[in-house]
């Protein structure tokens, strides 16, 4: 079938949304890490967080923020695509390093703070399952002496939801923020255009 220039155009014509948008998120993976990190250029397939739990506003540590973390991460994974959370960036693309958050582990000096680190963010993502947890992979740059987490989230092969406090919630990820889905119809709408009936 390939072999016909006409029907090899509109399978092109057809697909070519779709191979450029898995093609982007297959290259914020290996990309140079300054290519990913400017000004305006969160999207809805690549996300920055200043920190995973250090409120730079309020001084302190804040479990909302590692709540957002664990939100767009299954946003991520609930996506066609997948994406990229870069943490120790802030939300104009300039480095805020993790040195906030390297603060607020008892055991620092113990261990290394990328181990503890990437321990606090394994049990956060905890919360979406096993499974789920493991379509997460992190690791660390350092910029001009500033360290960032560079997260890859593969699309998972089934519903992701996050179970906190008793509660359930399915994030989907759209071009500008990642919502949580309450209503149940549209909820099944959805879990049925991503993954079938």
Request: net charge negative.
């Given at each position: 079938?390939?072999?016909?220039?006409?029907?090899?155009?509109?399978?092109?014509?057809?697909?070519?949304?779709?191979?450029?948008?898995?093609?982007?998120?297959?290259?914020?993976?290996?990309?140079?890490?300054?290519?990913?990190?400017?000004?305006?250029?969160?999207?809805?397939?690549?996300?920055?967080?200043?920190?995973?739990?250090?409120?730079?506003?309020?001084?302190?540590?804040?479990?909302?923020?590692?709540?957002?973390?664990?939100?767009?991460?299954?946003?991520?994974?609930?996506?066609?695509?997948?994406?990229?959370?870069?943490?120790?960036?802030?939300?104009?693309?300039?480095?805020?390093?993790?040195?906030?958050?390297?603060?607020?582990?008892?055991?620092?000096?113990?261990?290394?703070?990328?181990?503890?680190?990437?321990?606090?963010?394994?049990?956060?993502?905890?919360?979406?399952?096993?499974?789920?947890?493991?379509?997460?992979?992190?690791?660390?740059?350092?910029?001009?002496?500033?360290?960032?987490?560079?997260?890859?989230v593969d699309p998972s092969d089934h519903?992701?939801?996050?179970?906190?406090?008793?509660?359930r919630f399915f994030w989907w990820r759209?071009?500008?923020?990642?919502?949580?889905?309450?209503?149940?119809?549209?909820?099944?709408?959805?879990?049925?255009?991503?993954?079938?009936?």
């Amino acid at each position: 079938m390939l072999d016909d220039a006409d029907l090899r155009e509109a399978l092109l014509e057809e697909y070519r949304t779709d191979i450029y948008r898995r093609a982007r998120v297959a290259r914020q993976r290996t990309c140079p890490i300054g290519e990913l990190i400017g000004p305006d250029r969160e999207d809805r397939f690549l996300e920055y967080k200043s920190t995973l739990r250090w409120d730079i506003r309020k001084g302190e540590k804040a479990g909302y923020l590692e709540d957002a973390v664990v939100k767009t991460v299954a946003g991520f994974a609930n996506s066609p695509y997948g994406g990229t959370l870069l943490a120790g960036v802030a939300d104009n693309g300039s480095i805020h390093d993790l040195e906030d958050d390297y603060a607020t582990f008892s055991k620092r000096g113990e261990r290394g703070d990328h181990d503890l680190w990437g321990q606090q963010l394994k049990n956060l993502l905890d919360r979406l399952g096993k499974s789920a947890a493991t379509l997460a992979d992190w690791e660390f740059y350092s910029i001009d002496g500033n360290d960032i987490a560079h997260i890859s989230v593969d699309p998972s092969d089934h519903p992701v939801y996050e179970t906190r406090g008793g509660q359930r919630f399915f994030w989907w990820r759209t071009p500008v923020s990642t919502d949580a889905i309450d209503d149940e119809t549209e909820r099944e709408r959805i879990i049925a255009r991503r993954w079938g009936p």
